[in-house]
């Protein structure tokens, strides 16, 4: 199933004519029900509501926890003239706080540092998760949806960087893991401005989705709702005020797109401007 959250957060189906059909007041409502018995109710279509006239939210709001795979396509650590991927890294947080409706708008805090773009897959987590073997890691996964990574260039801790308000823009929509297929054949491709600067498959990944969260669940218990992404292949560049990303999972059905503004851009506090990796020359 196509799922997607709007209005006040509840949850519908997006149907193949582009109506929305009413599922639960969540997608939390949702993904419980299929945790515990592994179904989804599929309801009539009387209530369908056009899809032009919803407004997008978060296909899942208020995760425990972001979970986030650095350096995880060889082209992208080529690009980077890093030494380290993330077989050596592990994985880095990213905080809830962070996300952002689709459609909305990323917000740069500082006008004297450099930000980028960086379109991934996304896994929502389903069924309570700790020590799961890779070879059943996907049965505890309850679907796929698109994911931007915006990140601060310097040398501050990944999880500063990444974790802005408004820096996660996640959605627009959720499908479900038994319709989405193999999370590793998936076309990749993010656009700023209408430029395409990533195109990449997900059979790229230096660590696929099931060591993903096979991985993180040896380090933490993931809670239906969390999420993990998945990284971001070769194509990262600056972004500044007034541009427009689009990220594009072939799957999805639909694109995540966001707006860049620097309404309230200060100096920036730390001195980490000219320190760690500063990104491939835009």
Not at 14 to 20: E, S, Y
Not at 42 to 65: E, G, H, M, Q
Not at 165 to 188: H, I, N, Q, Y
Request: aromatic letters at 6%; one cysteine or more.
């Amino acid at each position: 199933m196509r799922l997607l959250s709007y209005n006040d957060g509840r949850a519908g189906q997006l149907l193949g004519d582009g109506r929305v059909v009413p599922l639960a007041d969540s997608m939390r409502t949702v993904i419980d029900r299929w945790a515990q018995d592994g179904t989804l109710s599929v309801p009539a279509s009387d209530d369908a509501t056009a899809l032009r006239d919803i407004a997008l939210r978060l296909p899942v709001p208020n995760p425990s926890k972001i979970i986030a795979a650095p350096v995880n396509y060889r082209d992208h650590q080529l690009e980077m003239k890093v030494d380290a991927q993330v077989g050596a890294l592990g994985f880095f947080l990213k905080a809830p706080s962070s996300l952002l409706d689709p459609g909305g708008t990323i917000q740069l805090p500082y006008h004297d540092r450099r930000f980028d773009q960086e379109g991934e897959l996304a896994v929502v987590i389903g069924r309570t998760a700790r020590n799961v073997a890779e070879h059943r890691a996907l049965e505890y996964i309850f679907g796929y949806t698109g994911l931007l990574d915006i990140t601060m260039r310097g040398g501050e801790d990944r999880s500063t960087r990444k974790s802005f308000d408004t820096f996660t823009p996640m959605g627009p929509v959720l499908v479900t893991a038994d319709e989405f297929g193999d999370p590793g054949d998936v076309e990749l491709r993010c656009r700023v401005n209408g430029e395409l600067r990533q195109k990449a498959n997900t059979r790229d990944l230096i660590w696929n989705v099931p060591k993903l969260i096979s991985y993180a669940s040896s380090v933490t218990t993931l809670h239906p709702g969390d999420i993990v992404t998945t990284g971001t292949p070769a194509g990262v560049g600056q972004i500044n005020a007034g541009d427009e990303i689009r990220l594009e999972l072939f799957g999805l059905g639909l694109p995540l797109t966001a707006r860049v503004a620097a309404d309230n851009a200060v100096t920036c506090p730390t001195s980490g401007h000219n320190r760690g990796a500063n990104g491939p020359a835009s």
